[in-house]
């Protein structure tokens, strides 16, 4: 027997075993009164933590641009610039996602 087949036949015989669980209008109002309050997404502190971050990426992008030998570049180099823009994009990304939810947008 195929696998689809007897999903199929276990899914109809739940359905017709399944009992109705009839309308109550204060079934939502009462789970949702149970619920735990809603916390914050996001905080500013979150925000300034990446700020700083971002503001250290970009000194180790002076520093190592202020350092560089422009007569050759070597592979040390660019394994460096690509680590650290991905580490700049990514602060960059998380920076600005944590702004939005602070601002609950």
């Keep these: 027997m195929n696998t689809n087949e007897e999903d199929k036949k276990l899914a109809q015989v739940l359905k017709q075993g399944a009992h109705d669980p009839g309308e109550n209008e204060w079934f939502t109002r009462r789970v949702l009164n149970k619920l735990p309050e809603r916390r914050e997404r996001g905080s500013w502190s979150t925000v300034i933590v990446f700020a700083i971050a971002l503001v250290a990426c970009c000194l ?46």
């Design 60 to 105: 180790c992008w002076l520093m190592m641009w202020h350092g560089q030998d422009w007569g050759a570049i070597t592979v040390r180099d660019v394994l460096y610039n690509v680590i650290m823009g991905g580490v700049t994009l990514t602060v960059l990304w998380q920076t600005i996602v944590s702004l939005l939810h602070a601002a609950d947008v």
